[in-house]
């Protein structure tokens, strides 16, 4: 397992980490002994950073995550939790100081911890962005020590580019994989210059990106894959990163003749991204103990060539780009 620097701080963190969605819930049936086995699959291949948020099960991965870390003790791994979504409705209004010390309370609790690694702004509405208050009450809550640091998970790259100039910022979480490839245009550079950590989720784009999803692929009722494909519940753009089913099958088969031997499909559209610098960590998120063991594996594997490179740019601007480049 590979390490990078985590942006400013002086922490390195794994470039593959652990995506909790899954064992909280919105992914179908996880069963809790799925969830602690890919928990510990994780850990036990050498992840050092762990993405959740105090929605994903209402707290049902927050407290997986602060069962399994008790039971196995120290060294610990970095946890970032996400605060803001428990708003309903879902406004600006509602990221004020008492709601936000509310959440972080919670999450404190749901961990088991005196003091978060980090939270994010789990992908606040757009206003957020233009009001200081907001961060100048962030800012009074880390000196609180409840908090270490936070960041902010954004939808779009506009968005990305606005929160970095709160110079306590720490970190931007935001979708980025062979099917979105807008944030390394300029997102990266200016995150690079400000040395600010780049969280990468949704990189299999929900699991299209392993190559396993057919046209006749069905997901269970609570799965999102079914129930937002369209943007029913949340952003569309977190559901198969907002690809068109059959234009993403499409894409995925002629990708599949550019994956080296040795490696899976998801295995390399993880690499892919890794090709990146400016990416910090990868976030897969992982259902079992054997998905979480092959994602580890990816930060191994060799760098990807030059020329599959431009293959797989080529079928991105070829097939994908109309669906997604401008919108995120
Ligand atoms: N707004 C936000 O801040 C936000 C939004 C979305 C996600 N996230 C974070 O980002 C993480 C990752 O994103 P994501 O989970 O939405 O999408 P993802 O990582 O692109 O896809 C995860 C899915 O890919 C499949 N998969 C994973 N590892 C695999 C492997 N080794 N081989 C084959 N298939 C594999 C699984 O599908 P099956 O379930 O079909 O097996 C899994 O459920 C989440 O867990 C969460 O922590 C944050």
Redesign the pocket.
């Known amino acids: 397992m590979r390490l990078r620097p985590f942006g400013r701080s002086p922490v390195n963190v794994s470039d593959i980490g652990f995506?909790?969605?899954?064992i909280g819930g919105a992914?179908?049936d996880v069963s809790a002994e799925d969830a602690k086995a890919a928990l510990n699959a994780a850990l036990d291949s050498g992840m050092t950073f762990i993405?959740?948020?105090d929605v994903?099960g209402d707290g049902r991965s927050e407290k997986f995550i602060a069962e399994v870390l008790k039971a196995r003790g120290r060294p610990r791994p970095i946890v970032a939790t996400?605060a803001g979504r428990r708003l309903n409705p879902h406004t600006v209004e509602g990221y004020n100081r008492k709601n936000l010390e509310g959440f972080i309370d919670r999450s404190l609790k749901n961990l088991a911890v005196d003091s978060l690694d980090l939270v994010?702004l789990?992908?606040p509405p757009v206003e957020a962005l233009y009001r200081p208050e907001l961060f100048a009450v962030l800012d009074d809550i880390r000196k609180s020590g409840k908090i270490k640091a936070y960041g902010v998970?954004v939808e779009k790259v506009e968005e990305a580019l606005k929160a970095i100039e709160f110079p306590n910022v720490v970190s931007i979480?935001i979708i980025y994989?062979i099917f979105r490839q807008r944030p390394a245009d300029l997102f990266f550079r200016e995150a690079q210059r400000r040395k600010v950590a780049v969280i990468v989720?949704?990189?299999?784009?929900?699991?299209l990106?392993?190559g396993?999803?057919t046209a006749e692929s069905r997901?269970a009722p609570d799965d999102h894959r079914t129930f937002n494909r369209h943007g029913e519940a949340f952003d569309v753009g977190?559901t198969f990163?907002g690809v068109p089913f059959e234009a993403g099958l499409q894409a995925v088969e002629e990708l599949r003749k550019l994956v080296p031997a040795g490696a899976?499909m998801?295995?390399f559209a993880l690499r892919w991204i890794l090709m990146n610098e400016a990416v910090t960590v990868v976030?897969?998120?992982?259902?079992n103990a054997?998905?979480a063991r092959?994602?580890a594996a990816a930060s191994d594997l060799a760098p990807i060539t030059a020329e599959t490179l431009v293959a797989a740019r080529e079928i991105y601007d070829r097939l994908i780009a109309k669906h997604v480049h401008q919108r995120w």
Do not use: M
């Not at 976030?283 to 259902?287: D, F, Q, T, W």
């Open positions: 995506g909790a969605w899954q992914w179908g993405d959740t948020a994903y996400k994010q789990h992908c998970s979480q994989n989720r949704v990189p299999l784009a929900s699991g990106l392993s396993k999803i997901f977190e990163a899976t998801a295995q976030i897969p998120g992982a259902r054997e998905q092959a994602n």
